[in-house]
């Protein structure tokens, strides 16, 4: 678990960058990721697309969806356990910071083993305990609002099998934000993730 405050300084930073113009401009157009479907395949973002795998070794991702209400929304991933039949599987941890409002960008959180003859595995995801949005413009212009997410919810949990990961060598953790990020009248706003799987 990483420390909240160093998080929050960084966050903060980034958020800062928008103030001032340096973050990627408000987009105004609806969102318009595909639904996820079963076996469909997401957007990859080109920083991190390219990824020698070895035999029987593959990806898992996160991509958001649903952000038109956000120009970011950052998240960081804590860890990655992958078993099968409770053993632990290889993990090769690739994360950084995510910025999930990003929907063009499946983010790369790891790459996991999975040996001859298993034929299926589960993934746990935990992220890291605070992160951080900010708002899109409203239709007048104006900043909505920005400040600090609360992520200390539930982990992603989800199986894998080797049929689906096979043609494409990833799983897709499609993160849903408008359902994912709830307001609270007092405190931080929450993150309690709504997630389905594509491969």
């Known amino acids: ?92 941890m690739k994360s950084t910071v995510m910025d999930l409002a990003r929907t063009d960008h499946a983010f790369l959180v790891g790459l996991f083993t999975l040996p001859p003859g298993t034929d299926s595995a589960q993934v746990v995801i935990r992220l890291d305990e605070f992160g951080g949005f900010d708002s899109a413009n409203g239709p007048s212009g104006v900043a909505g609002p920005s400040g600090a997410l609360d992520v200390r919810t539930a982990p992603i949990r989800f199986e894998v099998t080797r049929a689906l990961l096979t043609p494409r060598r990833h799983a897709v953790v499609q993160m849903d934000l408008s359902r994912s990020v709830v307001s609270q009248r007092a405190g931080d706003t929450l993150m309690l993730p709504s997630t389905v799987v594509a491969y």
Not at 19 to 43: F, L
């Open 1 to 92: 678990m990483k420390n909240w405050k160093q998080w929050t300084v960084a966050v903060l930073g980034s958020l800062a960058l928008a103030g001032c113009g340096e973050s990627k401009p408000p987009v105004d157009t609806p969102d318009t990721t595909p639904p996820p479907t079963n076996g469909g395949s997401s957007p990859v973002g080109d920083d991190d697309a390219v990824v020698q795998l070895a035999d029987n070794q593959y990806e898992v991702r996160i991509l958001g969806t649903g952000a038109k209400k956000f120009q970011g929304a950052f998240v960081n991933v804590d860890s990655m356990t992958v078993t099968a039949n409770g053993t632990p599987l290889p993990v090769e």
